[in-house]
């Protein structure tokens, strides 16, 4: 048994924002908490994903749009040193002294080592000293440790210590000559990202046909001309099958299934991710650490005997997106303070939650993608009786008074026996901001006749709203 001080209503491993957000949401409840991270205090978003490449895109989409309105010249190519200064800022210098800070301040105990799991409502950390601190849950536990890059089974890909996610974001010097492996999420947007601060010799291996495989094939067909427009080489149809490096730190080559050589100076890796479940103490509990753990909607592992266990954010699978992580935190710190008070579950009003149907997603890519609930072939594979529209953005008067030459297009999925939206895609630059609307229309699912009314502004590129519904015959 541990002592009484490290005794905690609530023991929260991983010290992300989707852990920090199940605890302080859990401590707002009335209960206590104990949050354990091994590295900096609010995770792989806020130093080395989300917020540091949002950093780094954004000086090359104000390039774009400047380039697209007459009367305006950039003059010169962008300062790449003043770029990551500002992204070194964005990310507290990789200082996470405030957020520890504001961590103990919901009031949480956030006690710094590895964590991991050593029974029924017990873990403990790992502390950098070398020591262990044990740690006892009255009520539960909450896994948060997010996932891991995934690497291909590439002869020689290990060994020349490729960039992921990590590398690309916290970049130092930026390579002439960049390799991507993969036409994902990561490898789209820090490919645009370092081809704009001065990787002139961009290569993209895609094993596909398109990028951005779970979009809509007109948002992926865009972004691959806006790539080639710019000087990106991407080569669809290729998969690396060698990879050497004979000096560390110096010239990478890959060689393709097809024979075709690539030689760069860097080489990164975006081919997605897998839960972090390895060496977090699963197998003492009779789980396993070969993928996902499986949750309800409460975020309640299934597998596990009394119902103590929840795992939130990507550690289950459901949704590899921060914000939906931070959502499912929510749901399940609301659901532990409520079971801790004896709340029966069939009060809980447990429910399909968001992440399920209406998850919205943004690439930040030029153009931006910007995407929520299902595509049209994900909701004809779900059995809907779909109609889909679609509708040329650069035809609305407020896009053509944002840029000369705009060019998007948006889409949406129609369940035609309710009439209401189960999916929404805008791409074009700047539709980021269209997003939300969508979001709200797909998850309350709003009937079509009732979402007429929502009438736009004029002139502004909201005005698509206008046009689909126009498109569908209303």
């Known amino acids: 048994m541990a002592d009484e001080g490290d005794v905690f209503d609530v023991i929260v491993i991983g010290g992300g924002p989707v852990g920090i957000t199940a605890a302080a949401r859990a401590v707002r409840g009335g209960l206590t908490a104990a949050l354990v991270e091994e590295r900096l205090a609010g995770g792989e978003c806020q130093y080395y994903a989300c917020i540091p490449s949002k950093a780094l895109l954004r000086p090359m989409e104000l390039a774009a749009e400047v380039g697209r309105m007459p009367g305006l010249e950039l003059r010169g ?8 200064t500002r992204r070194d800022k964005s990310v507290f210098h990789f200082d996470d002294g405030s957020m520890v ?21 017990r873990a403990e950390a790992e502390m950098p000293d070398g020591g262990t601190r044990a740690l006892q849950a009255r009520h539960a536990v909450v896994i948060a440790t997010g996932s891991d890059p995934a690497f291909p089974d590439v002869p020689g ?31 789209c947007e820090m490919s645009q990202a370092l081809h704009s601060l001065g990787s002139r010799e961009t290569t993209m291996l895609v094993h596909g046909d398109r990028l951005l495989p779970r979009a809509e094939p007109f948002a992926s067909n865009l972004l691959a001309e806006s790539f080639q427009e710019s000087g990106i080489d991407v080569r669809f149809g290729h998969r690396p099958a060698h990879v050497e490096r004979p000096v560390p730190g110096g010239q990478v080559t890959v060689q393709a299934h097809n024979g075709a050589l690539i030689e760069a100076d860097e080489i990164l890796v975006g081919c997605g991710r897998w839960p972090a479940v390895h060496d977090i103490g699963l197998e003492t509990i009779g789980l396993k650490a070969n993928g996902p753990i499986e949750v309800d ?40 303070v409520a079971r801790a008070a004896g709340r029966p579950d069939d009060e809980l009003a447990l429910r399909d939650t968001a992440d399920g149907r209406g998850a919205p997603q943004v690439i930040f890519t030029d153009p931006q993608i910007c ?36 060019t998007g297009r948006a889409k949406a999925v129609v369940d035609q026996d309710r009439r209401v939206l189960l999916g929404v895609t805008f ?48």
């Open 77 to 84: 190519p962008i300062d790449a040193d003043a770029v990551l």
């Open 101 to 121: 800070s504001a961590i103990e301040g919901f009031p949480t105990t956030f006690v710094r080592g590895r964590g991991r799991l050593t029974g029924p409502l």
């Open 157 to 187: 890909l290990r060994e020349a210590r490729p960039w992921t996610n990590r590398e690309a974001t916290a970049v130092e010097q930026v390579p002439k000559r960049l390799v991507t492996i993969g036409g994902g999420p990561v490898g």
């Open 297 to 336: 909607d409460s975020m309640r592992a299934t597998a596990v005997p009394d119902g103590w266990l929840y795992a939130v954010g990507d550690v289950n699978g459901r949704n590899l997106l921060t914000h939906m992580g931070k959502y499912q935190a929510r749901v399940c710190g609301d659901v532990i």
């Open 371 to 406: 995407m929520v609930g299902r595509t049209e072939s994900r909701a004809r594979a779900d059995g809907f009786n779909v109609r889909a529209v679609e509708y040329d953005m650069g035809a609305v008067a407020g896009a053509q008074l944002m840029a000369d030459g705009y």
């Open 427 to 474: 791409a074009g630059p700047a539709v980021v901001d269209l997003l939300h609307g969508a979001t709200i229309a797909v998850n309350a699912e709003v009937p079509l006749d009732l979402l007429w009314h929502a009438v736009p502004s004029f002139p502004t590129v909201s005005e698509i709203w206008l046009r689909l519904l126009e498109a569908y015959g209303l």
